[in-house]
């Protein structure tokens, strides 16, 4: 890799680090805040972490195929420029609702920063294959999505303490400290993200269409009866279970477990690191290749690792290591699919398939979202919804075996990364 251009991939690791640790601590604040015991708790109702994460996933939803056609018709570097200044503006926002113990202020910084990383998400991964060699994309794949997890670590696990601090659990509230810290992770992004080199557009006559769904229809469409249908459906399900119901029921083992917020926060915190610690070894893992076999190991362990949580009696201990190996497996899915996705995208079109793909990853979370309140409603204790997540791992395993995995595999026999890229001994890669 090109000295400036390895510069470049280190900024871009910077910039989406800070960006999703930002995200992260934001949304953590208001989920402890809206969960049982929280300072909001009942304002939304029930299961009012929910709300949260829809705030969080609606821009996704709603502008992914807008922003992804910004990132096709104009310099990715420039689109990512841009977002990270507007971070700095959305803390401000931030800053004065939790100053005022505004829920409303706070849920409408979260949802100006979702709309900010929706701009910033297509030109990040899709500026991947412009600054990355073609056969190091699953690695840098796996780098990628290992710092965005290790963000969502510490993001998480630094919202437990800022809470605490907010609430006054330890003395004196400082109602100040989250918002500074909002802000300061927003600067050092924005600093990153100017260390990005300088990229050309790939298609700069392409028409904008204001029209906000019709990128995603015009999109969809484009890719009927090919294998690239079948990987957004796959990452849209898998992302349904794991963004969408199973981080809500993590805040709630704070009541379930006994355990303090910090505690709370670093099962979350597990979970991210976890899953970030297996994309990067799926990543290294896959080599030069792109490993579509590798998805039946994640998603099998997966469905176990729901399954024991979902009837496993309240141990914090048990509670970790179920995590910790569920999440590891959770790489194992997410690199291939990931990596599928951009592979067989076209170049000129790369921004509007991810941002389709953004959008998708999102209408996976909005439909976790509401079937984790629809199950509350019901008065199930949230640890047991555990084993709503193991019915729709077991449904992925089931569509892999009979319909996905012969179509990722074909696939990549006729558009390979290089001739000998599909390897299926995973021994066979070094």
């Known amino acids: 890799m090109h000295q400036k251009t390895s510069r470049g991939f280190v900024c871009l690791n910077v910039?989406?680090?800070?960006?999703?640790?930002?995200?992260?601590?934001?949304?953590?604040?208001?989920?402890?805040?809206?969960?049982?015991?929280?300072?909001w708790e009942g304002i939304l109702g029930k299961g009012g972490q929910a709300w949260a994460s829809l705030c969080l996933a609606v821009p996704f939803v709603m502008l992914s195929g807008f922003a992804g056609q910004f990132a096709d018709k104009y310099s990715k570097q420039r689109v990512s420029i841009v977002t990270k200044?507007?971070?700095?503006?959305?803390?401000?926002?931030?800053?004065?609702?939790l100053w005022n113990q505004n829920v409303w202020l706070v849920l409408l910084a979260l949802v100006t920063i979702a709309t900010q990383s929706t701009f910033f998400s297509p030109a990040k991964f899709g500026m991947l294959p412009e600054i990355v060699e073609t056969e190091k994309l699953s690695r840098a794949n796996g780098t990628v999505n290992m710092f965005t997890y290790l963000a969502i670590i510490i993001g998480s696990a630094v919202?437990?303490?800022?809470?605490?601090?907010?609430?006054?659990?330890?003395?004196?509230?400082?109602?100040?400290?989250?918002?500074?810290?909002?802000?300061?992770?927003?600067?050092?992004?924005?600093?990153?993200a100017h260390g990005i080199p300088p990229l050309t557009a790939q298609n700069p006559d392409k028409p904008i269409s204001y029209a906000l769904f019709s990128g995603y229809i015009n999109t969809w469409?484009?890719?009927?009866?090919?294998?690239?249908?079948?990987?957004?459906?796959a990452w849209t399900l898998f992302y349904?279970?794991?963004?969408?119901?199973?981080?809500?029921?993590?805040?709630?083992?704070?009541?379930?477990?006994?355990?303090?917020?910090?505690?709370?926060?670093?099962?979350?915190?597990?979970?991210?690191?976890?899953?970030?610690?297996?994309?990067?070894?799926a990543g290294a893992l896959s080599g030069h290749a792109i490993r579509p076999d590798l998805i039946l190991y994640g998603i099998?362990?997966?469905?176990?690792?729901?399954a024991a949580l979902g009837i496993a009696p309240?141990?914090?201990?048990?509670?970790?290591?179920l995590l910790a190996g569920g999440g590891f497996m959770c790489g194992f899915v997410m690199v291939p699919l990931q990596t599928m996705v951009q592979h067989l995208?076209?170049?000129?079109?790369?921004?509007?398939?991810l941002g389709l793909w953004n959008c998708l990853s999102f209408v996976g979370v909005i439909a976790g979202n509401v079937i984790f309140l629809g199950v509350k409603k019901l008065e199930i204790r949230s640890d047991r919804v555990f084993l709503v997540c193991a019915g729709f791992t077991l449904l992925f395993t089931v569509l892999y075996q009979l319909r996905w995995s012969n179509q990722f595999h074909d696939a990549l026999l006729e558009d390979p990364l290089r001739d000998d890229a599909v390897v299926d001994d995973p021994a066979a890669v070094q």
């Open 15 to 39: 910039t989406q680090f800070l960006g999703a640790a930002n995200d992260n601590i934001l949304k953590q604040l208001l989920v402890f805040g809206l969960a049982m015991g929280g300072i």
């Open 240 to 281: 349904m279970i794991i963004g969408g119901i199973a981080v809500l029921i993590l805040p709630d083992y704070k009541e379930i477990l006994g355990i303090s917020y910090l505690q709370a926060s670093l099962l979350m915190a597990l979970l991210g690191i976890s899953i970030g610690v297996g994309d990067y070894a």
């Open 300 to 306: 099998l362990a997966n469905t176990a690792a729901y």
């Open 159 to 192: 919202g437990g303490p800022l809470y605490e601090c907010y609430i006054g659990t330890h003395g004196e509230t400082m109602k100040w400290v989250p918002g500074i810290a909002i802000l300061l992770v927003g600067v050092l992004g924005t600093i990153a």
């Open 314 to 321: 309240p141990s914090f201990a048990l509670v970790t290591c």
């Open 221 to 233: 469409k484009s890719t009927q009866g090919t294998p690239l249908r079948s990987v957004l459906i």
């Open 85 to 97: 200044w507007s971070e700095i503006a959305i803390a401000l926002i931030a800053i004065w609702g």
């Open 345 to 353: 995208a076209q170049d000129g079109d790369r921004g509007q398939v």
